[in-house]
């Protein structure tokens, strides 16, 4: 048994956690077992956590690494709080630490009181920084900062096309592709226009009423939608260039340039570089509506959805900066 340093887990031997059982039978709140601390691990006491109502259709939501049923599942994975405890071998974080990070996605995840987390999926969290603000940020921050400069290779004096620019990806990728100098168009609905633009779009096409094709070449497309849009999308790449897409294989292929899918992944550097940017207000997602734990279940009803993050606070006013 992995020796634990921190919270005993004699002391919390239940917690509140939303739950999956099945496909068809919805969400509910349940008490279930605290998380067992692994080799490697941190179990964070949450205080608020970021959810994609899509997450139900994930393969990974109901079955382990090698394929087995994991049901009743949490859902959630983006995590903001405090380091509860300490597995064996953790290093680099302490207990009683502000933490924020992603969690496995084959793995219970952050819609309940506690969650085990690798540690190497979490960085220590500034005092300045709102855990509500916090737990909206790493997978949708992470994926734009991966579609970017690790499989885009964004760089200053380049451009580049942000489709969904006002969306929970696109929003970041707008302000991290502005930060680094980029030329930036993005892309989505007209309602969408005023929000991208204000982020940082340098201009902006409403892909119901204007030509994609209109926009001309560019160094890099990020597209999160798939489809035809991202078929369309191959023609807007130079030479040298990329398409970058989280939505699926690209089907047409850019002439004499780069084309990628790619599912995000953990990355701790990744994760640092996002937190000094929320730190000095370079960097903010896009928040949706906000959910107590007992609430989350209903965020996943059909017609729920909306734009920005959707968050669920645990702890008593998660938005106070440095709350523990």
Not at 145 to 156: C, V
Not at 172 to 194: C, F, K, N, P, Y
Not at 204 to 211: G, I, K, P
Request: overall charge neutral; aromatic content about 6%; charged content about 25%.
């Amino acid at each position: 048994m992995a020796h634990l340093r921190g919270q005993s887990r004699a002391s919390v031997k239940r917690m509140r956690a939303v739950i999956a059982r099945s496909r068809t039978s919805g969400l509910e709140l349940a008490d279930i077992a605290y998380p067992h601390a692994a080799e490697n691990d941190v179990v964070v006491r949450v205080h608020a956590a970021g959810f994609t109502t899509g997450e139900l259709e994930w393969p990974a939501t109901w079955t382990d690494r090698a394929g087995r049923d994991r049901t009743p599942s949490v859902p959630g994975h983006d995590v903001a709080g405090v380091v509860a405890e300490l597995g064996f071998g953790t290093t680099g974080l302490e207990v009683g630490q502000r933490v924020f990070g992603i969690t496995d996605w084959c793995r219970n995840g952050t819609l309940a009181e506690y969650v085990a987390v690798e540690a190497r999926n979490l960085v220590a969290l500034s005092e300045q920084v709102d855990f509500v603000t916090a737990a909206a940020t790493p997978v949708s921050g992470l994926t734009a900062w991966q579609g970017l400069f690790t499989h885009g290779r964004l760089g200053a004096g380049q451009s580049v096309v942000v489709h969904g620019a006002a969306g929970g990806v696109g929003s970041m990728a707008v302000q991290l592709a502005r930060e680094a100098g980029a030329r930036v168009i993005g892309t989505g609905r007209a309602s969408h226009r005023d929000v991208a633009v204000g982020l940082g779009a340098d201009a902006f096409v409403d892909l119901e009423t204007q030509r994609l094709e209109d926009v001309g070449q560019v160094d890099l497309v990020l597209d999160v939608f798939g489809g035809d849009l991202l078929d369309r999308s191959a023609a807007l790449v130079r030479p040298g260039g990329a398409l970058v897409s989280i939505a699926g294989v690209p089907r047409v292929r850019p002439e004499a340039a780069r084309a990628v899918f790619f599912v995000v992944e953990p990355d701790r550097a990744g994760l640092a570089e996002l937190e000094i940017r929320l730190r000095d207000g370079r960097l903010r997602p896009i928040l949706g509506a906000t959910y107590d734990l007992e609430d989350a279940p209903a965020a996943f009803e059909p017609g729920k959805g909306g734009r920005g993050k959707p968050v669920m606070c645990v702890r008593d006013d998660p938005r106070v900066v440095g709350g523990r």
